[in-house]
């Protein structure tokens, strides 16, 4: 089983289409995995099990998604105009942004915004930054967030 083409189109069902799989996101971002695995299968998914999904998760090196019961959800990266509610917690006392260098410029001039996602995505260690400024970038710039200090200030 294709598992990067299998992860990218649940992605962009629970990130960015939900309306188009037929399926509606609870106020944290949860949608009825029955209901998913329907529309995959509509898609082409043949056979597609709960267990598939769950292997996917399992081999992934990026935590995209989280199953819980008849429930699955996408962690990060939603573009859908209803605000997927997260419970704060307060962070460690620094995380890291991979970006493009390119970017820096404007990063400097406005601060880090989400550009047309929900959240800025952080990491809590300079290899996973690394890894997502590479998506944009072959030699990205990773930045230092001082995370606790600004959650004090409630930032």
Same mark, same amino acid.
């Given at each position: 089983?294709?598992?990067?083409?299998?992860?990218?189109?649940?992605?962009?069902?629970?990130?960015?289409?939900?309306?188009?799989?037929?399926?509606?996101?609870? #106020?944290?971002?949860?949608?009825?995995? @029955?209901?998913?695995? +329907?529309?995959? =299968?509509? /898609?082409?998914?043949?056979? $597609?099990?709960?267990?598939?999904?769950?292997?996917?998760?399992?081999?992934?090196?990026?935590?995209?998604?989280?199953?819980?019961?008849?429930?699955?959800?996408?962690?990060?990266?939603?573009?859908?105009?209803?605000?997927?509610?997260?419970?704060?917690?307060?962070?460690?006392?620094?995380?890291?942004?991979?970006?493009? #260098?390119?970017?820096?410029?404007?990063? @400097?001039?406005?601060? +880090?915004?989400? =550009?047309? /996602?929900?959240?800025?995505? $952080?990491?809590?260690?300079?290899?996973?930054?690394?890894?997502?400024?590479?998506?944009?970038?072959?030699?990205?710039?990773?930045?230092?967030?001082?995370?606790?200090?600004?959650?004090?200030?409630?930032?």
């Amino acid at each position: 089983m294709d598992y990067k083409r299998l992860s990218k189109q649940i992605s962009y069902a629970l990130r960015h289409a939900p309306w188009k799989y037929g399926l509606e996101l609870d #106020r944290e971002g949860w949608a009825d995995l @029955r209901q998913l695995l +329907l529309a995959l =299968q509509a /898609r082409g998914w043949r056979g $597609l099990t709960a267990v598939d999904l769950q292997q996917m998760i399992r081999l992934s090196d990026k935590k995209r998604f989280e199953i819980a019961g008849d429930k699955i959800r996408a962690l990060y990266g939603h573009s859908i105009p209803q605000r997927i509610a997260r419970e704060p917690v307060p962070p460690p006392e620094v995380l890291f942004h991979g970006t493009a #260098r390119r970017f820096v410029p404007s990063i @400097r001039e406005k601060g +880090l915004l989400p =550009q047309g /996602r929900q959240y800025v995505h $952080l990491s809590v260690d300079v290899d996973t930054a690394l890894e997502v400024g590479k998506r944009h970038d072959p030699r990205p710039v990773v930045l230092r967030v001082n995370a606790k200090r600004a959650w004090n200030e409630g930032i």
